[in-house]
């Protein structure tokens, strides 16, 4: 997978498309302090890349296809409003869902990433959902849904993290990046939940 995430559909980081976070890079500093985030944890991130870069798809459809679809309020956000499936919708997605891993590992904590996660979360909105891929879908995934899911990201990442015969401190310490990473992440999910207008119903 190309690392920059060049030629895929919807991706639209670092470009003029994303808007400017209403997070300001010092929000995120303080929420680097909070979760303990590091130097050290970056290093560890840059590291997981090259281990994950060829495993995304893999990865991405272990999540997709062997969890979410397991779970029907989970599935149907990437299905059509009758519950059918919708290949296209999924593929586009999938895609981006595979560079957001590696944007997770390598991309630097700055303004653009900081915009990139508010896009993130408004394409989960009812302000942007379906807009990207014109897909016809639910409106929008509960935030609690997403929270929940954090768990699973934890989780199923660790064995592989462990598949290029890392030793078991380096394996631990990506690991605890990631998650540090996760908890940043899904805490600047929140605010753009929290400032569309209709937010205390997609909880």
């Known amino acids: 997978m ?3 995430g060049s030629n895929i559909p919807g991706y639209t980081y670092g470009t003029s ?3 400017t976070s209403s997070v300001t890079l010092d929000d995120l500093q303080r929420l680097k302090i909070s979760v303990g985030f590091t130097e050290e944890d970056a290093h560890y991130l840059h590291m997981a890349a090259p281990v994950l870069e060829d495993q995304v798809e893999r990865i991405v459809n272990h999540w997709r296809a062997n969890i979410i679809a397991s779970i029907p309020h989970l599935a149907r956000h990437s299905r059509n409003l009758d519950g059918s499936p919708n290949p296209d919708y999924l593929a586009r997605s999938n895609r981006r869902f595979q560079q957001w891993i590696l944007d997770t590992c390598l991309r630097p904590y700055d303004q653009d990433w900081l915009n ?5 979360a408004l394409r989960h909105t009812s302000h942007k959902k379906n807009q ?3 897909a016809v879908s639910t409106p929008y995934v509960p935030y609690s849904d997403i929270v929940a899911f954090l768990a699973v990201l934890n989780n199923t990442i660790k064995p592989y993290l462990e598949a290029k015969g890392h030793n078991e401190s380096d394996v631990a310490h990506m690991h605890k990046a990631w ?10 999910w929140a605010k753009p939940y929290m400032e569309i207008e ?6």
């Open 2 to 4: 190309n690392g920059n």
């Open 179 to 188: 998650c540090k990473s996760m908890q940043i992440q899904i805490a600047l």
């Open 116 to 120: 990139y996660q508010q896009e993130i």
């Open 132 to 134: 990207t891929d014109h």
């Open 198 to 203: 209709n937010g205390s119903t997609e909880w």
């Open 17 to 19: 498309a994303v808007p």
